[in-house]
């Protein structure tokens, strides 16, 4: 691990040292995008995403909250405590909580429901930072990566996902704000890229399962593992929209929308980006 | 059965088959429309439910004028020629001239603006200007390799269509409001939305047409 992470900084050294050359014309361009493949290849094999899966399972299987209950008791859709696979069948419809909810909003409802946690305490440390570490994040690395490999296989038999992909495929080409920008503003279209960054084109399968299938991810830029609610929250802010809350419907509606989607491809995360 | 009066009988069938599949047509066009304004109103409810203000980013943003409405509408399908016209014309009649007929300002602020995406943002300070982000979505300057491609390529933008005023006009108008031109288009209405100034957008005029300017080299 350790050497792998030294690698991997080192390729990180190298790819923005070789940013400071000063390059002369477009034809650079090119180049620019294969010496950004090669650095994320480089970074490839050693993912620090591995640090969050070890703390989440840890804290999946301690007694946890008021109760002294682990996740060991909550259920993600395959029964208590089933991690396997779980993720790969999300979001969908929990009977015992009477709505649609996403990994992370099923992990809420344990802590809260299960482990006796306040809904505030839960909540405090939704996203890590420097100096804060998120224990959904940890949990979040760890359940997902119990579904690698897995093909993705979420259902809209019941209504109520129905209803969720519905209004998913709604506010994914919903243009609002000062910048009239939708989801799909930016990925509605195949082998568009904003600045070098590479856009999937998420109305397509093929974009749909790249994209979905690589999230959660370690951010290198940030040195975090982010979630698939980090990830719609930061669109939304660069939409210029206002706050998307954690959990709330346009959230699990739009994951609905991306995870459906994104059904028949194998699961590859937590991944790594840029 | 004479031959007339069965073709007369299946001329007939067919005339009827006809007839039920148009009503049966308009009625499930028309549940089909019910359904999607129910699907509208509960998407705009769980919309208003699901941000919270914050910094410069209120609540308001939600709210669509008509051509965020219908442009969310057709994303995904062809869009009606007489939406179209009706969406570029109402921009284009709102659009705010250079009171002093001129279109044009300095390239090199231009570039700064093209280079900055800040701005609108809850994240941003908004007491600091705000950029265009060109450069997110058009190629531009030479010298800058990265470049998104989510737009046309800019790059001798003036140098290709002529350093003429209707160009400088026509520069102004789009970068103030896009829809003016283009219903629908991806990029922002950057002088009708309040995003640059009148100066800042004649400055971005200049990047394009000015013959001096790095995008025209």
């Given amino acids: 691990m350790t050497m792998k992470r030294t690698r991997a900084f080192g390729a990180a050294l190298a790819f923005a040292s070789a940013c400071a050359v000063s390059l002369s014309a477009m034809a650079q361009a090119s180049d620019a995008a294969a010496e950004i493949e090669k650095y994320r290849q480089a970074l490839a094999d050693g993912n620090p995403a591995e ?23 909550c259920d993600l859709g395959l029964g208590a ?27 809420i409802h344990c802590m809260t ?17 420097p100096g804060q570490r998120s224990d959904i994040e940890a949990l979040v690395a ?22 969720m992909y519905a209004m998913g495929e709604k506010i994914f080409f919903f243009r609002g704000g000062p910048h009239d920008f939708a989801c799909a503003t930016c990925h509605g279209e195949e082998g568009k890229r904003i600045r070098l960054q590479d856009l999937p084109d998420l109305t397509h399968k093929s974009g749909a399962q790249k994209a979905y299938t690589t999230w959660p991810a370690y951010r290198v830029s940030q040195g975090e593992l982010r979630t698939m609610q980090w990830r719609l929250n930061d669109c939304f802010r ?28 194998a699961y590859a995360g937590p991944a790594l980006k840029r | 059965m004479p031959t007339v009066i069965m073709q007369r009988t299946v001329t007939r069938a067919f005339a009827l088959i006809a007839a039920v599949a148009i009503v049966v047509g308009c009625a499930s066009t028309r549940m089909d429309a019910a359904n999607d304004a129910q699907l509208r109103a509960e998407t705009a409810a769980a919309m208003r439910a699901s941000f919270k203000a914050r910094g410069q980013a209120g609540i308001d943003r939600l709210d669509q004028d008509e051509a965020q409405r ?20 109402s921009n284009l009649a709102a659009i705010k001239w250079p009171a002093d007929g001129n279109y044009v300002g300095d390239w090199k602020n231009g570039e700064k603006i093209a280079q900055s995406g800040q701005g609108k943002q809850y994240s941003d300070d908004p007491k600091s200007p705000n950029g265009g982000n060109c450069y997110a979505c058009h190629q531009l300057a030479p010298h800058e390799i990265s470049y998104g491609t989510i737009g046309p390529s800019l790059y001798q933008f003036g140098k290709r269509h002529g350093y003429t005023d209707d160009m400088r006009k026509y520069a102004f108008g789009k970068v103030y ?38 995008v025209n080299q």
């Fill in chain 1, 142 to 163: 760890y359940v997902t990566s119990q579904s690698q490999g897995v093909v993705m296989n979420v259902s809209l038999a019941d209504p109520a996902m129905k209803k």
């Fill in chain 2, 177 to 214: 409001n896009t829809e003016g031109y283009t219903a629908c288009s991806n990029m922002p209405r950057f002088g009708a939305h309040d995003i640059l100034t009148e100066q800042q957008i004649k400055d971005v005029v200049a990047l394009l047409m000015d013959p001096k300017s790095p």
């Fill in chain 2, 70 to 89: 219908l442009c969310s509408d057709y994303f995904n399908k062809p869009l009606p020629a007489d939406v179209a016209s009706r969406i570029e014309k």
């Fill in chain 1, 113 to 129: 429901k299960l482990q006796g946690v306040s809904v505030a305490d839960a909540h405090k440390t939704l996203f890590g930072g």
């Fill in chain 1, 51 to 73: 640090l969050w899966e070890a703390r989440g399972e840890a804290m999946w299987h301690e007694a946890r909250g008021p109760n002294k209950v682990s996740f060991d008791k």
């Fill in chain 1, 238 to 265: 660069q939409q210029r929209f206002p706050d998307l809350v954690f959990g709330s419907p346009a959230s699990i509606a739009l994951t609905t929308y991306l995870a459906y989607n994104a059904n028949g491809a």
């Fill in chain 1, 81 to 107: 405590g089933v991690v396997n696979g779980a993720y790969a069948q999300l979001p969908r419809y929990f009977a015992d909580a009477g709505q649609v909810m996403d990994l992370e909003t099923r992990l």
